[in-house]
Nanobody, 124 residues
């Protein structure tokens, strides 16, 4: 599967952005999906994940209550709604797909496919 992330941009602290991850094929009930991010000089970190069936979601503590991951099955898209953005949310955001495990995991090495990344910059 090929993944295309989009929706990044420049936003002021406290603002919102919605990221999209478009897949080249159906991912619902096939792939668990995750969003990760990587800030300059930092390792890639887990942000949010959603199970293949779309029932279970998991979030990093740093974004819990501010970010929401969801699926738009009709468009083969996974969304990441980001609210109350902070300067520390600045990073390149990547979406990823896991074809083996039905639930989303926080470990990037367990994901099989990756999108190209979209830059989110939050100004304070």
């Amino acid at each position: 599967v090929q993944l295309q992330a989009s929706g990044g941009g420049l936003v002021q602290a406290g603002g919102s952005l919605r990221l999209s991850c478009a897949a080249s094929e159906r991912t619902s009930n096939r792939y668990a999906m995750g969003w990760f991010r990587q800030a300059p000089r930092k390792e890639r970190e887990f942000v949010a994940g959603i199970s293949a069936g779309g029932v279970t979601t998991v979030y990093a503590d740093s974004v819990k209550g501010r970010f929401t991951i969801s699926r738009d099955n009709a468009k083969n898209t996974v969304l990441l709604q980001m609210r109350s953005l902070k300067s520390e949310d600045t990073a390149v955001y990547y979406c990823a797909a896991d074809r083996f495990r039905g639930i989303a995991t926080k470990t990037p090495d367990l994901y099989d496919y990756w999108g190209q990344g979209t830059l989110v910059t939050v100004s304070s």
